[in-house]
């Protein structure tokens, strides 16, 4: 068990390093001249070389690269270009309403999927489960912003006054938090509830035709009592493992549905570095969500391997 | 840029009976024929400008606006309304419709090639270089790929039209790859065991033989299904891209970025809105379908083709 944990972990620490070599190998090979975006259109030939030099863009690339690792171990994801503050505390700003975004979505699209999966397995191949499956394809086949968009078009023009607390502006009120939540958290959950309602219904038609379901049904359990307490419970194994991958991979990647709704997260974060050119800014959160993914996997698989031995066999 | 996987199966059946299931199956023969309309409607973007004497990059300020400026809806001079530069919507969304579909289809073909080679390879070879490849392909899968391709997009600003374009296939691709290699290496692993392997390997066939001549033809059903449930998700991948600002540059208008530069005005102008979203449903909801229609036509398990599942 430990030994398998250590490995995991060595594992983790290997793609965290290929990643932050990556941005590096990026930011170095990149033709953008940093010390214009910092020093803007009106900065001197002597204002451009020192600003180098505080950048230490004049010094050896290896070196460079050693300090960069070395500022990451510190937890220093370096300066933003723009104003200059630390990308770790403006980072660390945004968190609460990302997270805020993505575990209060994650709740409804799971349970959304898992009951739209649970139906249609029950009901496999009748007008139910068409019904369900239409919907999923439906999800699918939605774009994430293009579901954000028609939710916000629909709800501002419609509800006139009463729409008002779906949108103010600047970080959600505690008052309005769930007015102001409630449309990015449907967009985020429909499209991924469909998902999820796929792997449940696939999970619940292996688990129904198990020997253990017959044995239960043939002891004249009730189907209400084979389907949730039986048959629920081994099939919910691979979709609670894909809700702690998604979450992590989610944190960082809410940037479309962030923007539509005017959340200031870190997605939206991102977005407003894209027109600055605030690299760090986006290099930072590049690897704060990779530490996001990587997490959520080790707790997944270490989790997993409690509960299921096997899978410690190499 | 996530890939659907499908289960893995047997062997599945091929050639003319797959065509005649495919057929019979109403909703993927009129997904089919949606696309057949919207490849019309990109093919003929060049008339549609000509027709209404509207380029897709020219802007009409006094027809295109009104005295408030705000873009005018649909009529007779803008036969799907203006959009808030006063260009025009229809030609602009045809356009956009051959972006949509070159991006979609050029980045599945392009993740093909690599995915079939890496999971064939990992996949018969086993051993280390499985345990290699396995892991390289799970690193990938491990990069928030859209942050990733932020990243890309604003260390290398591209200028010219063109360069957008490529770059965007070029980065879809890419993270496409690992999860086509994974589900290949799945299947060929049951099938590394069977019998015509063993035969062939009996009589003297060296492991690129076996790997080219008597896996590859058994992979091509889960080949075609896997390619053709990439386009939609390419397709959603760069409309979200362009949506962003790092896909599909400008003057080429694609339907993410009409999304995206549309977005302070849809309240007064719905068809801003309304026009890329139902065309970008409309393609990957088709895409999606024809895909399961294929899968059920080649795999004709029948918990499969009833449950769509």
């Known amino acids: ?53 505080n950048l230490g863009l004049d010094r050896p690339v290896p070196a460079q690269y050693g300090d960069f690792l070395a500022r990451l171990l510190r937890g220093d994801l370096g300066d933003s270009y723009v104003n200059g503050a ?45 019904a369900a499956t239409a919907l999923v394809l439906a999800g699918l086949s939605t774009p994430p912003f293009v579901m954000a968009l028609v939710l916000l078009h629909v709800f501002s023009t419609g509800l006139g006054e009463v729409g008002i607390g779906f949108f103010e502006a600047g970080p959600p009120s505690r008052e309005r938090l769930l007015q102001r939540m409630v449309l990015p958290w449907a967009a985020l959950a429909f499209l991924m509830a469909a998902a999820y309602a796929r792997l449940t219904r696939g999970a619940m038609l292996d688990v129904l035709g198990e020997d253990y379901v017959r044995t239960a049904r043939a002891k004249g359990l009730p189907e209400r009592r084979v389907v949730y307490r039986h048959a629920l419970r081994s099939a919910l194994t691979p979709v609670v493992t894909q809700l702690g991958v998604d979450v992590g991979a989610l944190v960082g990647s809410t940037v479309v549905i962030e923007k539509v709704f005017g959340l200031q997260g870190v997605g939206q974060l991102v977005h407003q570095s894209i027109t600055l ?26 989790g997993y391997s409690v509960l299921d031995p096997r899978v410690r066999l190499p | 840029m996530n890939l659907p996987e499908p289960e893995s199966g047997p062997a599945p059946a091929r050639g003319r009976p797959a065509w005649r299931r495919f057929r019979r199956d109403g909703q993927s023969v009129a997904a089919l024929a949606v696309l057949a309309l919207v490849t019309a409607f990109a093919l003929m973007a060049p008339v549609w400008a000509a027709w209404t004497g509207h380029p897709y990059d020219a802007t009409f300020p006094r027809e295109g606006l009104d005295a408030g400026g705000r ?15 006063g260009r025009d919507v229809l030609v602009r969304a045809a356009y956009g419709a051959r972006v949509s579909l070159a991006v979609g289809v050029a980045a599945a073909a392009l993740a093909t090639l690599p995915g079939v080679a890496v999971g064939l390879l990992a996949g018969y070879a086993g051993g280390a270089v499985d345990t290699v490849i396995t892991r390289l392909l799970d690193i990938t899968l491990a990069l928030p790929a859209l942050l990733v391709a932020i990243t890309l997009a604003t260390t290398f600003p591209v200028t010219s039209a063109t360069a957008g374009l490529v770059m965007t296939v070029l980065v ?24 015509f392997v063993a035969a062939a390997r009996a009589l003297g066939a060296g492991h690129l033989r076996i790997m080219a001549v008597e896996l590859l033809p058994n992979l091509t059903a889960q080949i075609t299904v896997l390619a053709s449930l990439l386009v939609p998700t390419a397709i959603v991948a760069e409309a979200t891209l362009s949506f962003l600002g790092v896909g599909v540059r400008p003057p080429t208008p694609s339907w993410g970025s009409m999304l995206g530069e549309g977005g302070e005005v849809f309240r007064t102008a719905w068809w801003l809105l309304a026009v890329p979203a139902a065309l970008l449903l409309l393609t990957t909801l088709s895409f ?19 449950g769509r599942g």
């Open chain 2, 71 to 85: 873009p005018v809806g649909p009529g007779a001079e803008f036969w799907l309304g203006a959009d808030q530069l």
């Open chain 1, 277 to 302: 050119g605030d690299t760090p800014v986006i290099i930072g959160v590049t690897l704060l969500a990779t530490v996001f993914v990587v997490v959520a996997n080790l707790l997944v698989d270490v």
């Open chain 1, 86 to 130: 630390p990308v770790a505390t403006l980072v660390a700003e945004r968190l609460p309403t990302t997270l805020l975004l993505v575990l209060g979505a994650g709740v409804l699209w799971f349970t959304g999927g898992v009951v739209i999966g649970v139906y249609g397995a029950t009901r496999a191949r009748r007008a139910g489960d068409r």
């Open chain 1, 1 to 53: 068990m430990t030994g398998f944990v250590i490995r995991r972990l060595l594992y983790s620490l290997v793609v965290l390093w290929l990643v932050s070599t990556l941005v590096f190998a990026f930011l170095h090979l990149s033709p953008v001249a940093v010390e214009r975006v910092v020093g803007g259109p009106r900065a001197t030939a002597a204002d451009l070389a020192q600003i180098r030099r």
């Open chain 2, 288 to 306: 999606n379908l024809v895909g399961d229609g294929v899968r059920d036509a080649l795999d004709p398990r029948p918990d499969r083709a009833a």
């Open chain 2, 172 to 195: 879809i691709a890419f993270f496409s790859v690992a999860g086509f290699g994974r589900v290949i290496r799945g299947q060929v692993i049951a099938l590394r065991e069977r019998e």
